[in-house]
């Protein structure tokens, strides 16, 4: 079974940043795809940004877009999202989330029932 783990989640003033990890248990395949997603109560998981595993392709939601960004540690199992000049809007529960055996596709990464292993979440909190 497959698990992930989200750390560096916090609380940080308008233009601070922070760097998500979540550390992948295993990669069942050369070929995985995994992705950050973000979710405010009442609201849709929206996807943040993509990688494939095995590949250089990256995607991002527009919003977030020369703020993020999303790199991995082969080696360390570990996907990282460096979130820089962060704004309120910004504020969600992050997750990380894996499809093993894929690449991200670029019309269908954002979608979160296409993932099949879900990290607990870390809280990110970025005040005015």
């Known amino acids: 079974q497959v698990q992930l783990v989200e750390s560096g989640g916090g609380s940080v003033q308008a233009g601070g940043s922070l760097r998500l990890s979540c550390a992948v248990s295993?990669?069942?395949?050369?070929?995985?795809?995994v992705v950050w997603f973000r979710q405010t109560p009442g609201k849709e998981r929206e996807g943040v940004a993509a990688?494939?595993?095995?590949?250089?392709?990256?995607y991002y939601t527009d919003s977030v877009t020369g703020r993020f960004t999303i790199s991995r540690d082969n080696a360390k199992k570990t996907v990282y999202l460096q979130m820089n000049s962060l704004k309120p809007e910004d504020t969600a529960m992050y997750y990380c989330?894996?499809?093993?055996?894929?690449?991200?596709?670029?019309?269908?990464?954002?979608?979160?029932?296409?993932?099949?292993?879900w990290g607990q979440g870390t809280q990110v909190t970025v005040s005015s």
């Open positions: 295993a990669y069942t395949y050369s070929w995985n795809c």
């Open positions: 989330a894996a499809r093993m055996g894929s690449t991200c596709l670029s019309e269908s990464w954002s979608q979160s029932v296409r993932y099949n292993y």
């Open positions: 990688l494939s595993t095995g590949t250089t392709s990256t």
